[in-house]
């Protein structure tokens, strides 16, 4: 089994940057993909990144160049990265990891971005 934390929300000005944790604790070998949502209130779920376990990534077109994403070395923490922060960016974020055996979600971060 699989649990998930998610760390590092906070509120930053527009135009800022922010590192977003997903901690990984349980059979993290069973882990084949990362993923990183939000959701602004009144808005659907976003995907915004993914991670394979091989290390492939993609960013969502709505973020890219400005999001990046990121895993450790021992594959417990996977970071997304986020630089010139706007307030539109506003939203509780979430990662997810795809197991073996099923999904699996973290409680979310929020992050506000000030005008």
């Known amino acids: 089994q699989v649990q998930l934390v998610e760390s590092g929300g906070g509120l930053v000005q527009s135009g800022g940057s922010l590192t977003l944790s997903c901690s990984a604790s349980?059979?993290?070998?069973?882990?084949?993909?990362t993923r990183w949502f939000r959701q602004a209130p009144g808005r659907q779920r976003e995907e915004v990144a993914s991670?394979?376990?091989?290390?492939?990534?993609d960013i969502a077109d709505s973020v890219k160049g400005r999001f990046s994403i990121s895993g450790d070395n021992t594959k417990t923490v996977v970071y997304l990265q986020m630089n010139s922060l706007k307030p539109d960016d506003t939203a509780v974020y979430y990662c997810?990891?795809?197991?073996?055996?099923?999904?699996?979600w973290g409680q979310g971060t929020q992050v506000t971005v000030s005008a």
């Open positions: 991670i394979e376990s091989t290390g492939n990534t």
């Open positions: 349980g059979s993290i070998s069973d882990i084949y993909v």
């Open positions: 997810m990891a795809h197991t073996i055996v099923g999904h699996v």
